[in-house]
């Protein structure tokens, strides 16, 4: 499925020079249409005749998988098989480039991509990347609202880690700079709204899609809280001692050659470390690992 927000934020990124889309109906059409936006980009679409695939992918710098059926009943089981199909393909055509995974459940379709990777011999942990940095975005948001401070809702930095879904996703307010003060009620109600604010946009959309606008731009900064895989990634093996899994959301510093450092979460408040243990149990059973 196309994400036409992400490709317009794309389009006009002075950073992005050629951008390629692919999918199985009318990237022609979509690419015909950004073509006309004065930009740096050339951009180009392909369907699946002719190799389009490769065409797409080969000598790819980043390649963004936002394929898939958002929230559908049977969202894994139909996702998970096109990322296998898309994973086989970036192995094949552009092995070494950036990946970015927007498709849902992202706690699940990173492991997935992770095992195909490994299965052409050609996975680089510190260049596979499942973007949370909405979860931050909708988080400073929300505090600002709570705070009536709406119009300034980039002053509050506040991390998100865990994972990408539901009771996954672990909003660490204690660490909010600058500090806020929250009594229990309050900070209950914003974490809850965070991890369910998917299901908000669902609802005031009548069923009738999923957030993307937002998720644009929450993406359109790419990497600054990611799910990613620790082992091998400095700063990985202590939150592995910490939460005792191989993929987890935590802040990344990136370096040219992808991943250079994963930011420990630190200590945490007695409530924060009780949703951390309750997300890392849905964490344990949502990361599949499989050989495909």
Request: charged letters at 20%; one cysteine or more.
């Amino acid at each position: 499925m196309q994400k036409l927000d992400y490709l317009f934020l794309h389009a006009i990124s002075p950073l992005i020079t050629d951008l390629s889309l692919y999918d199985v109906v009318n990237t022609p059409g979509v690419a015909a249409d950004l073509s006309h936006i004065c930009t740096l980009s050339q951009v180009k679409g392909y369907l699946p005749e002719d190799d389009g695939i490769k065409k797409a992918l080969d000598g790819s710098d980043f390649v963004v998988i936002s394929a898939g059926f958002p929230r559908k009943v049977y969202l894994f089981s139909i996702n998970s098989k096109i990322i296998i199909e898309l994973g086989e393909s970036i192995a094949k055509f552009s092995p070494n480039a950036f990946i970015l995974v927007i498709t849902n459940p992202i706690n699940s379709t990173v492991p997935i991509i992770a095992e195909v990777l490994k299965e052409y011999n050609v996975f680089n942990p510190k260049k596979l990347f499942g973007i949370t940095t909405l979860d931050s975005v909708r988080l400073a948001t929300f505090v600002a609202e709570h705070f009536k401070t709406v119009a300034e809702p980039n002053c509050y930095e506040i991390p998100v880690i865990g994972g990408h879904s539901g009771t996954t996703i672990i909003p660490l307010i204690s660490q909010s700079k600058p500090k806020v003060e929250l009594n229990q009620d309050e900070l209950k109600s914003l974490v809850y709204r965070v991890q369910y604010a998917g299901d908000e946009v669902i609802e005031a959309k009548n069923g009738n899609g999923s957030a993307t606008l937002s998720m644009a731009i929450g993406h359109s900064g790419i990497i600054q809280s990611s799910f990613i895989y620790l082992p091998g990634i400095p700063g990985g093996d202590e939150i592995i001692k910490r939460v005792n899994l191989q993929f987890f959301a935590v802040q990344v510093e990136l370096g040219v050659d992808g991943a250079q450092r994963v930011k420990h979460f630190g200590a945490i408040s007695q409530y924060e470390e009780q949703i951390l243990d309750d997300a890392i149990i849905e964490l344990e059973e949502t990361i599949y690992y499989f050989n495909i």
